[in-house]
Structure formats: structure tokens, C-alpha cells
């Protein structure tokens, strides 16, 4: 079974300040992998999600990923943190050519500092 | 265009009883998830429903089930509630064109708590 680590349940960082939100994935054959954000009282919302096009993918609200095969990583990063991005981020993996079942990390509190 | 609405948003029953949860869509889209979300076990799937028929099925107990309607509305049911089973319950929809590669929308959940 596929499994998705998210290292660092909570990350603190100032505003302004780079941004490194850490995903890693267990599979031999690389995975459809997502990140999501949800705010508190909230549903998920989609940031970006990597199908197997650019390694490098970009997505909403300034936040990036880079899909590395020989690290099984997906990490989430994004240049300057607002205080606005202070959620709760998942990473999530889909099996390619399986049934439509995400499987989620734990996720990972972001906290901005003034 | 609307997005995915979850009824009721809150919600508290007591051990035994059971509840019913809904879920519109959001038009146009075929596929509806349900998750379980709780601070112990985090994001949890608990099914797919396409079509008016079950396609996947996560690994929960019977008490959980649910439907989907012509209309693509689903509803999901918990029979016999346990503590364990508060929860905030998310429901996400799809195109569900044929790839894995579909962006799912969430809805703002239910907060189920049980007493």
C-alpha cells in the first residue's frame, strides 16, 4: 500500500521568510501526487498537483513543487510566506492506473510570524 | 458556478443513534467522495459514488454507508453512532472523466460530534 510521510507537523516561520513544507511518497511506479490546503473550518482546496508533465509544477497563491524521482519527494515551497498562508497543508498521492483513492498525509501546520 | 455544499454543517447525536449526512455536487460533476477527518487517524477515505453506484470503498464498517441520487446529491449514513465516530465528515466531487489526474473539490464538511 501506498504511503505518504509528511515530515514536521508543525512549521513556524516569519513573514516573508521561504517557505518548505516537506512531502515524501513510498511507491515503486511514481504516484499522481496533490497538495492541498485547508483553512480552519474549511474544506480542501487544490494548490497544485503533479501528473507526470514538468517536474517543476506551480499553482495558486505563489506556491510551488518539484517532483524528484530519485528522492520519492514532492516538497512545497513557496518564496515569501503572508500571513495569509498560515493552514493546514496535505500532501496526497493517487495511484497511476488504480482506482481514485487519495491517499493523505497528516499534514503539516504552517504558522507566519509577524 | 456553485461550489460543493455539505448539510448540515454541525451536528451532535448521541451513542447509538444514527445520522445522515448530505452532499450536493458541483454541477456538471458525476463523482462523489466522503472522508472522515479526525485528529487521530487524520484524512481517511470512506467511498465513491458514480453514477448512482458505489465504485470504491474504503476500509470502514458497515455502519458507514451511503447513496447517490439521478442528480448526483449523495447522502451518508451512520448507523449506531460510536464516540469514535465524531468527526468532521468531508464530501468532494469530480468530473470523474476516466483519469486519476482529476482535481477533486471539497465541500466545507459536517462537524459530527457524538455524546
Known amino acids: 500500500a501506498q504511503s505518504v510521510t509528511q515530515l514536521g507537523s508543525h512549521v513556524s516561520v516569519s513573514e516573508g521568510a521561504l517557505v518548505l513544507l516537506r512531502c515524501n511518497y513510498s511507491?515503486?511506479?511514481?504516484?499522481?501526487l496533490f497538495w492541498y490546503v485547508q483553512y480552519p473550518n474549511q474544506g480542501l482546496q487544490l494548490l497544485l498537483k503533479y501528473t507526470s508533465a514538468a517536474t517543476l509544477v506551480k499553482g495558486i497563491n505563489g506556491f510551488e513543487a518539484e517532483f524528484k524521482k530519485s528522492e520519492t519527494s514532492f516538497h512545497l515551497t513557496k518564496p515569501s510566506a503572508h500571513m495569509s498562508d498560515a493552514a493546514e497543508y496535505f500532501c496526497?498521492?493517487?495511484?497511476?492506473?488504480?482506482?481514485?483513492?487519495?491517499?493523505f498525509g497528516r499534514g503539516t501546520s504552517l504558522i507566519v510570524h509577524p | 458556478k456553485a461550489g460543493v455544499t455539505q448539510t448540515p454543517r454541525y451536528l451532535i447525536k448521541t451513542r447509538g443513534q444514527q445520522v445522515t449526512l448530505s452532499c450536493s455536487p458541483i454541477s456538471g460533476h458525476r463523482s462523489v467522495s466522503w472522508y472522515q477527518q479526525t485528529p487521530g487517524q487524520g484524512l481517511q477515505f470512506l467511498f465513491e459514488y458514480f453514477s448512482e453506484t458505489q465504485r470504491n470503498k474504503g476500509n470502514f464498517p458497515g455502519r458507514f454507508s451511503g447513496r447517490q441520487f439521478s442528480n448526483s446529491r449523495s447522502e451518508m449514513n451512520v448507523s449506531t453512532l460510536e464516540l469514535g465516530d465524531s468527526a468532521l465528515y468531508l464530501c468532494?466531487?469530480?468530473?470523474?472523466?476516466?483519469?486519476?489526474?482529476?482535481?477533486?473539490?471539497f465541500g466545507p464538511g459536517t462537524r459530527l460530534t457524538v455524546l
Open positions: 496526497a498521492v493517487i495511484e497511476r492506473g488504480g482506482s481514485y483513492i487519495p491517499t
Open positions: 468532494a466531487s469530480r468530473l470523474a472523466g476516466g483519469t486519476n489526474t482529476d482535481t477533486q473539490y
Open positions: 511507491s515503486s511506479v511514481p504516484p499522481y
